[in-house]
């Protein structure tokens, strides 16, 4: 299976709160996970992103958590800021192919 | 860092028209170019991976013969849009892996395609 799941769909967080987005996956092939923020009218933009042999990766605010028993991955961004407000997209590598999450549309309040 | 630019950033053009969207990797060499489409707050949809040399390698259900993909560079692959219609309208973007081979794609800034 390629799919990537994707949760939740939109989220709203007040600044300075905790962001989370989840995601999860069937294919245990997939060997690259990176999170990508995209601004609208924009190209999406590399985060962060984490192989599975790593639980876990901090770059500043921004943390992804990785289960690979649970095949689940997740994006935390703490003391979020309106700047954040963006859509989120989760993804998978294989074979060089990303397999892309829905999207999650976040949106920060002052 | 690794910068992919596209050109045009948008562009209206009438329907039967043919369009070409060039995507450039500015500071590296890219064998790999991969093109995406993208409808209003969905996902990224991969439509062909286009390699270097060789013909592209296109996605189940997307036309080749309209989404004509050339990749005659190491730095510059280009998508045209053959005899354009009002349902290809969309956000088009590009993206490339850095030579060697590394992990992380890098994407270009899109391209906003209006077919009148």
């Known amino acids: 299976q390629q799919q990537v799941k994707q949760s939740p769909q939109s989220l709203i967080v007040q600044k300075g709160g905790i962001s989370i987005i989840n995601c999860a996956y069937e294919?245990?092939?997939?060997?690259?996970f990176p999170w990508y923020q995209q601004f609208p009218g924009k190209g999406p933009a590399l985060l962060i992103a984490?192989?599975?042999?790593?639980s876990e990766k901090k770059e500043g605010r921004f943390t992804i958590s990785f289960n690979k028993s649970a095949k689940q991955f997740s994006l935390h961004i703490m003391d979020s800021q309106p700047g954040d407000s963006a859509t989120y997209f989760c993804?998978?590598?294989?074979?060089?192919?990303?397999?892309f999450g829905k999207g999650t549309m976040l949106l920060v309040s002052p | 860092g690794a910068v992919v630019s596209q050109h045009p950033s948008r562009v209206i053009c009438k329907s039967g028209t043919s369009v070409k969207i060039e995507c450039r990797s500015l500071?590296?060499?890219?064998?790999?170019m991969f093109w995406y489409r993208q409808f209003p707050k969905q996902s990224l949809m991969l439509m062909a991976t286009?390699?270097?040399?060789?013909?592209?390698?296109?996605e189940q259900g997307v036309e080749k013969d309209k989404f004509l993909i050339n990749h005659a560079s190491l730095t510059l692959s280009t998508l045209t849009v053959t005899s354009a219609h009002p349902e290809d309208s969309s956000f088009y973007i590009c993206?490339?892996?850095?030579?060697?081979?590394?992990?992380?794609?890098?994407f270009g800034p899109g391209t906003r395609l209006l077919v009148l």
């Open positions: 500071d590296f060499q890219a064998t790999t």
């Open positions: 993804a998978a590598n294989y074979a060089s192919t990303l397999t």
């Open positions: 993206s490339a892996y850095r030579t060697p081979e590394g992990e992380t794609q890098y």
């Open positions: 984490i192989r599975p042999d790593v």
């Open positions: 286009s390699n270097e040399g060789s013909k592209a390698t296109y």
């Open positions: 294919n245990t092939a997939f060997d690259y």
